[in-house]
DNA sequence: ATTATTGGGTAGTTGGACTATCCAATAATG
DNA sequence: CATTATTGGATAGTCCAACTACCCAATAAT
């Protein structure tokens, strides 16, 4: 297919297909002429890969990156899935001064290896401090709620991991991560509202148990 | 304190509490004189939460939002938790038909109601939707994993949120949707890192069980 | 032969989130 | 009380990311 059955198949504007090309986001379609060149499903995958992960809120370097780490995996396959990981968001700026006492605790506490390396860990310090910041806590009851179901969650997550070929695994290790998230967390607020519900029916607080939310 | 002190104690540039202040994000200080105003401890907590959820990468209209209905709770206290969580992100632009069918299957799956104007339906919707465009499914069994743990994890946030007013209750309820999520995510991403590690290990994949991951 | 489309490039737009500057009124200080 | 600093309030400017529009000469399609 051409560059504009491309665009038109994929739904992404012309003007901004051109411009991911520009970006390098996508890859060059196979030229047949000076001003002709012919694109193929892989493309429609990788438009699609790269608006998936735009619409999670990644920013356009950040999918360079990780389409960066699908294509051209050269590292050990742990080390390229660490790598993606890393390019994922939240963005931590600074390194700190390499130790993250927050997450070290929670770390230590589940009996997990606290690695100040891993990009995750400085996610989580700041998170924490985030949540201190605000005046809220986490206690070790929570630590160990969350602990327990997130490993459960987690062990799923890598059971169901395509293992075919390493490209597949890569990048199904990529998008699972960025794009169950969302899932986990709207998922998380549906149960918030249905057990709330639950809740506030029994203590009489609302006259009607069924409350409607506004968009 | 006045405005210089309030800066400076929370960390935000001046120019920036100023432009939260005519933004709205910010209530006026205690004006004593037509060029000075008192701050209090209640603007720096409001100053910790807006920076809190402007980090998460909420944009200031919707964090006006969030504010607005910490401050005037008017509505029943489950309505007015439904709008907070709404005022989350995602962001959902289309309301779209008014059916949300991927949604629809999850939570029937899970026994809970399908209530198309909760706004975590149409997030959940756009979450399945951007994995189907990657070709990635959401099976049945990861349903029922993913349902039960997080269900768990939901009640225990409920079990630990403050009831000691209606305005403590919403202001926790907020706070903590928005910034427990990055937490579960870190923590989820970590999970993945240290199942990991054992099954590569396991694996003879990699000469070395322990492998570090690049910043 | 004429019209449409292409790849390639440059420049302009939009929106969000600040940041800088100015000003007259008032506080603080010696 | 004279001088210096700071304040609230407002306007305008900056910066960045992510597009979007336009132009062009070379080819395809009809």
Redesign the interface.
């Known amino acids: 297919m051409r560059i504009s059955e491309l665009a038109a198949r994929t739904g992404v504007p012309l003007a901004t297909v051109k411009f991911y090309l520009r970006e390098g986001l996508l890859m060059p379609g196979n030229a047949t002429s000076a001003t002709q060149a012919v694109y193929s499903d892989e493309h429609v995958?990788r438009l699609?890969?790269v608006?998936?992960l735009a619409?999670?809120?990644l920013p356009l370097h950040k999918i360079k990156a990780v389409v960066g780490l699908v294509d051209d995996p050269r590292d050990?396959?742990?080390?390229v899935?660490?790598?993606a990981?890393?390019a994922l968001?939240?963005y931590v700026d600074p390194?700190g001064d390499g130790d993250y006492p927050r997450?070290r605790r929670?770390?230590e506490r589940l009996g997990?290896?606290y690695?100040p390396?891993?990009?995750?860990?400085a996610?989580?310090e700041?998170?924490?401090a985030?949540?201190e910041?605000?005046?809220?806590e986490?206690?070790d009851?929570?630590i160990d709620?969350?602990?327990r179901?997130?490993?459960?969650?987690?062990?799923?997550?890598?059971e169901?991991l395509p293992t075919a070929s390493r490209r597949a695994t890569v990048e199904?290790a990529v998008?699972?991560?960025a794009?169950?998230?969302?899932?986990?967390?709207?998922?998380?607020?549906?149960?918030?509202?249905?057990?709330?519900?639950r809740?506030?029916a029994g203590d009489g607080?609302?006259s009607d148990p069924?409350?409607?939310?506004?968009?």
């Open positions: 995958r699609g890969l608006r998936a619409v999670q809120g050990d396959l742990f080390a899935l660490g790598n990981i890393a968001p939240p390194p997450a929670i770390l997990q290896v690695e390396d891993f990009a995750a860990v996610q989580l700041q998170a924490l985030a949540l910041a605000a005046g809220l986490m206690s009851r929570r709620v969350y602990g179901h997130i490993r459960d969650i987690a062990a799923l997550d890598l169901l199904a998008l699972g991560t794009l169950y998230e969302p899932v986990l967390t709207a998922m998380r607020r549906l149960a918030h509202q249905h057990l709330a519900a809740l506030f607080d609302t069924i409350v409607q939310e506004p968009q």
